[in-house]
């Protein structure tokens, strides 16, 4: 059990430019979790799968935010059209099922510029 | 709507006073109450899980403790090392997200 992992874990980009995330979950956790947080606050939930099927999505992720889970292994996040409003830690966790704690992954922060 | 709130937002305690952090939450049938400890540039880290008013848990110098309405973090005897932000969340019993709130800032000084 190495922990959640993500890469990178620093993101600098010009606004407009698109970006992808990874997360690599705990390989035994069914359930992959991704939240962004900003500054002084706490994180606020995007979106969910259950193995490789997004089961749930929050009304922050727009159109722009798209994420995938192949096979139910590893997760990507992508950022199309990067704007300022984006930069934030991007964070990934993952959990066996209900109602056991998430692990998160130590974050990505993106900064958009 | 569910909501986590937490106070102090900020804390600043000498090594050995004791104190507690407070979580007061609305959520339409709670499956889980959850602490996690936050250090700068990093993740959260789990701490506690409660389910029920009236349990309690500990780790250390950390308690935890949940009632129908709130929960709070003692800290006894603390160490410059307990230094971290404090998130609290909620699960509620028809969802999945966790909804933070927006963490007490801990600083403990030698």
Known sequence: DTGVSQDPRHKITKRGQNVTFRCDPISEHNRLYWYRQTLGQGPEFLTYFQNEAQLEK???????????RPKGSFSTLEIQRTEQGDSAMYLCASSRDSPYGYTFGSGTRLTVV | ????????????????????????????????????????GKGPEFLFTL??????KEKERLKATLTKKESFLHITAPKPEDSATY?????????????????TTLSVSS
Not at chain 2, 87 to 103: D, E, P, R, S
Request: with cysteine; glycine share 10%.
């Open chain 1, 58 to 68: 929050s009304r922050l992720l727009s159109d722009r935010f798209s994420a995938e």
């Open chain 2, 1 to 40: 709507e569910d909501q986590v709130t937490q106070s102090p937002e900020a804390l600043r305690l000498q090594e050995g006073e004791s104190s507690s952090l407070n979580c007061s939450y609305t959520v339409s049938g709670l499956r889980g109450l959850f602490w996690y400890r936050q250090d700068p």
């Open chain 2, 51 to 56: 389910y029920s008013a009236g349990e309690e």
């Open chain 2, 87 to 103: 998130l609290c969340a909620v699960q509620a019993q028809a969802g999945t997200a966790l909804i933070f709130g927006k963490g």
